[in-house]
């Protein structure tokens, strides 16, 4: 399977690249877009040059949307530090460097001229997908699905909205009510995928520079978890993407109807999520409900243990 990568690296989208690139992932990565998000998009960009450097990882990385499509950005350092990427000891400057092509630029491309369907892999705000769907709605035709994590019955930015939909609910009102199916791993299953102090003492027993360098980005995690949410645990959010592509087996979904608010007070943000069909619209996304939490972490492990070899 071909996929792209937009995400905002940030500890969690780490892992998904991680997990994508791994010797045993059947994906292939075409390109990775980077958005303002978890921290100001330059700095995602940098991130994610960095962790392509970790893992030996050479595909184009382009730089994408500046800031939301209305709105003001927002960042949350207080979650992955000044960097986005706190924790571990990286180098200031990555070796690799990005293309000289914006990210919507790059993501229509990619599509415009696959031979085949393209996955889209979403791990921060949906701002480049938007865009892209906005600037050449031709894409359409070439994208098999949309991955990404992202909402939930419930919030945890406000009450009521996630991070990811809140930053720019108005992107994701234009990516949700595209047409192109859509598939969404929320609150509800990322919060019961938590790595603990016990998965940063297995991958320390890795002992390869890969699993050195998740442990360290765990430890910062885990420690901001419990400080802010009183978490016993780090959740692994955006590697459930890349884990549902590797091992479809792993999560279960139903398909229902979503709405993006983009006009309440408290609400702004928020996936209402038509869980009894109550509103006769037609689904229009797959949630994820359900997870075999064993074979997700047996995934995990196997992946990052393949660098090792």
């Known amino acids: 399977m071909k996929i792209i990568l937009d995400c905002d ?23 990775i877009t980077t958005v303002a998000g978890n921290v100001e998009v330059e700095k995602n960009t940098l991130n994610a040059l960095k962790v392509c450097d970790i893992i030996g990882l050479d595909v184009p990385v382009a730089q994408g949307a500046v800031r939301p499509l209305v709105k003001q950005p927002e960042i949350a350092e207080e979650i992955h530090g000044e960097s986005g990427l706190d924790g571990p000891n990286l180098p200031a400057t990555p070796e690799r460097k990005a293309i000289n092509q914006h990210a ?20 921060g705000p949906l701002t480049n997908i938007a865009l892209a769907l906005i600037k050449e709605p031709k894409i359409k035709d070439n994208i098999e699905e949309i991955v990404l994590m992202g909402g939930g019955s419930y ?3 406000t009450p009521a909205a996630e991070f990811n939909i809140y930053v720019d609910a108005e992107a994701a009102k234009v990516v949700f009510e595209s047409g192109v199916p859509v598939r969404m791993f929320g609150l509800d299953i990322t919060h019961q995928v938590l790595a603990t102090d016990k998965t940063v003492t297995e991958l320390k027993e890795m002992d390869h520079p890969v699993a050195d360098f998740i442990a ?17 645990g780090g959740p692994v959010h955006d590697a459930c993407t890349v884990a549902h592509l590797m091992d479809p087996a792993i999560f ?14 408290h609400t702004y943000g ?18 994820a409900t359900g997870l075999d939490e064993n074979r997700f972490w047996s ?6 243990a393949s660098y090792g070899n």
Do not use: Q
């Open 155 to 157: 919030g945890n930015w």
């Open 9 to 31: 690296p940030g500890h969690d989208d780490a892992v998904a690249i991680i997990l994508a690139a791994s010797a045993i992932s059947p994906l292939t990565i075409e390109a």
């Open 270 to 287: 928020m996936t209402v999520i038509d869980r009894d069909r109550v509103t006769g619209k037609e689904p229009n996304v797959c949630v």
């Open 216 to 232: 360290e980005l765990f430890i910062f995690f885990i420690k901001a978890y419990k400080d802010h949410f009183d978490f016993n």
């Open 299 to 304: 995934l995990f492990k196997n992946a990052i």
């Open 104 to 123: 919507v630029d790059l993501i229509i491309d990619k599509l415009l001229t696959a031979n085949e369907k393209l996955t889209l892999v979403l791990t």
């Open 252 to 265: 279960s979904f139903e398909h229902l109807h979503i709405d993006i608010e983009t006009k309440g007070e």
